[in-house]
T-cell receptor, first 115, second 113 residues
Framework: EAGVTQSPTHLIKTRGQQVTLRCSPI?????VYWYQQALGLGLQFLLW???????NRGNFPPRFSGRQFPNYSSELNVNALELEDSALYLC??????????????FGPGTRLTVT | EDKVVQSPLSLVVHEGDTVTLNCSYE??????LLWYKQEKKAPTFLFML????IEKKSGRLSSILDKKELFSILNITATQTGDSAVYLC?????????????FGKGTKLSVKP
């Protein structure tokens, strides 16, 4: 069974630019989550999508946004990049979790460097 | 404020040693606690714990949850160099924070040959 995939692997952008990161969940999983792992800060929750809807959002500014497509893949968009956006962006997927706890499985991440 | 605290932050042991990693939490509406192993990039799922006192085991790894004292431990017996990694503890909650895993900063384990 293929795991969560993310693209690109690495990305270098300049401050003020915009970036789009992509994620494909495990087959059969409908929920997709995005996390930011910045140096020294640990994993921070960004967004949760399920069935094409944004279900929850972490404490990040509106320039972090995303969407989920009918095939359950997802994009994370970051506008007006700032130096502190440099981080590893991890995507995870799980089965639908409204009434039951399901573990999240993570992809390999996208390393974003903002210069 | 919801938080997850792991200890120690780093640990160096020799092959064959047994280690215990700690995770304490203070959250509203606790739902589950999860352990992950992160070697390079992708955290790998280890355990999900929802009930107190029930040990989960997988090979040399085991974990247990105490919902009264709000902590969990991850034990690794007969450690091997391949166990070297950062071990992450995360807590999931019900309600408005549903779907959001709150992670601790991790314990970096180094196993020397």
């Amino acid at each position: 069974e293929a795991g969560v995939t993310q693209s690109p692997t690495h990305l270098i952008k300049t401050r003020g630019q915009q970036v789009t990161l992509r994620c494909s969940p495990i087959s059969g999983h409908t929920s997709v989550y995005w996390y930011q792992q910045a140096l020294g800060l640990g994993l921070q929750f960004l967004l949760w999508y399920d069935e094409g809807e944004e279900r929850n959002r972490g404490n990040f500014p509106p320039r972090f946004s995303g969407r989920q497509f009918p095939n359950y893949s997802s994009e994370l968009n970051v506008n007006a990049l700032e130096l502190e956006d440099s981080a590893l962006y991890l995507c995870a997927s799980s089965l639908l979790r409204l009434s039951h706890s399901y573990e999240q499985y993570f992809g390999p991440g996208t390393r974003l460097t903002v210069t | 404020e919801d938080k997850v605290v792991q200890s120690p932050l780093s640990l160096v042991v020799h092959e064959g040693d047994t280690v215990t990693l700690n995770c304490s939490y203070e959250v509203t509406n606790f739902r589950s606690l999860l352990w992950y192993k992160q070697e390079k990039k992708a955290p790998t799922f280890l355990f999900m714990l929802t009930s107190s006192g029930i040990e989960k085991k997988s090979g040399r790894l085991s974990s247990i949850l105490d919902k009264k004292e709000l902590f969990s431990i991850l034990n690794i017996t007969a450690t091997q160099t391949g166990d070297s990694a950062v071990y992450l503890c995360a807590v999931e909650m019900y309600g408005g924070s549903q779907g959001n895993l709150i992670f601790g900063k991790g314990t970096k384990l180094s196993v020397k040959p």
